[in-house]
């Protein structure tokens, strides 16, 4: 059993950054994965960024240019730097891992609150 413990979040303003850190309590170096999702009222949950075993990075359209995702396999443990923040960022951002691609399992964080407002 994996634990993901997100840290990082906060308020800032438009245009500001914020660094989330995701620590894992075991290896991430053989996962399949390790990603951020994020969550408003009301709406699905979406994918942010993921980084592969491979090292391989997919982003979504929106955070394009704006966040990256990075990893220390010996903190056990995945970043996500964001830069010019806009409010529509604001969301409860969840850490992801996934063990393997086929028939692996899916880990959660308990969720960090970001809010761009001025």
């Known amino acids: 059993q994996v634990q993901l413990v997100e840290s990082g979040g906060g308020l800032v303003q438009p245009g500001g950054s914020l660094r989330l850190s995701c620590a894992a309590s075991?290896?991430?170096?053989?996962?399949?994965?390790m990603g951020w999702y994020r969550q408003v009222p009301g709406k699905e949950r979406e994918l942010v960024a993921r980084i592969f075993r491979t090292s391989g990075t997919n982003y979504a359209e929106s955070v394009k240019g704006r966040f990256t995702i990075s990893r220390d396999n010996a903190k056990n443990t995945v970043f996500l730097q964001m830069n010019s923040l806009k409010p529509e960022d604001t969301a409860v951002y969840y850490c992801?891992?996934?063990?393997?691609?086929?028939?692996?399992?899916?880990?959660w964080g308990q969720g960090t609150q970001v809010t761009v407002s001025s």
């Open positions: 992801h891992s996934r063990s393997e691609l086929v028939y692996g399992t899916d880990y």
């Open positions: 075991g290896s991430i170096v053989s996962f399949f994965s």
